[in-house]
């Protein structure tokens, strides 16, 4: 599959915990994006990287998220401490320099108790 | 920084019928605005985009319209079928940077 990929496509988990989730771009793309959805809302901007570079984050990303793309490939999102309302889908897209077309990876769907 | 307003949030139309979409964009230096199509579960899937320097684009039972003069710009699907049962996102960003989505409009076409 050439497409955006995540990992987990779901998690659960208790309230105060830690997670964490992958995205792994279409290959040649070296823009990445965080963005976080919630039922009956539009997909909402967390940050983006252009390949290692974290150009900018919403203030929506508190202290508790931290993203990463140490190599210019693949992501991650870091939620420490999780809370209630960090339940969301949290979807990743990727897009290569000279074009906006964004693509969207399935998304991790999370939970929290 | 972008606000992205889309109206209806619901629409149901006839199987054949016409839908329109409108959205409207806050931020004059926006030049791209995307419309995507989320099926429930699924990831967005962009089916139509427009740049500022275009006021219309067609592709097939789909078109987009833009006035940037009033920031609005719309979606159109003619000859609508249940398969176009979804909700569609409107967004406006551009300068291979972040978009802004719209809050979706959830289409239902009713055979």
């Known amino acids: 599959d050439t497409g955006v990929s995540q990992d987990p496509r779901h998690k659960i988990t208790k309230r105060g915990q830690n997670v964490t989730f992958r995205c792994d771009p279409i290959?040649?793309?070296?823009?990445l994006y965080w963005y976080r959805q919630t039922l009956g809302q539009g997909p909402e901007f967390l940050t983006y990287f252009q390949n290692e570079a974290q150009l900018e984050k919403s203030r929506l990303l508190s202290d508790r998220f931290s993203a990463e793309r140490p190599k210019g490939s693949f992501s991650t999102l870091e939620i420490q401490r999780t809370e209630q309302g960090d339940s969301a889908m949290y979807l990743c897209?990727?897009?290569?320099?000279?074009?906006?077309?964004?693509?969207f990876g399935p998304g991790t769907r999370l939970t929290v108790l | 920084g972008e606000n992205v307003e889309q109206h209806p949030s619901t629409l149901s139309v006839q199987e054949g019928d016409s839908a329109v979409i409108k959205c409207t964009y806050s931020?004059?230096?926006?030049?791209?605005f995307p419309w995507y199509k989320q099926e429930l579960g699924k990831r967005p899937q962009l089916i139509i985009d427009i740049r500022s320097n275009v006021g219309e684009k067609k592709d097939q039972r789909i078109a987009v319209t833009l006035n940037k003069t009033a920031k609005h710009f719309s979606l159109h699907i003619t000859e609508t079928q249940p398969e176009d049962s979804a909700v569609y996102f409107c967004a406006a960003g551009g300068g291979y940077q972040k978009v802004t989505f719209g809050t979706g409009t959830k289409l239902q076409v009713i055979p």
């Open positions: 931020d004059s230096a926006s030049n791209y």
């Open positions: 290959s040649e793309h070296n823009r």
């Open positions: 897209a990727s897009s290569i320099d000279g074009s906006d077309e964004q693509f």
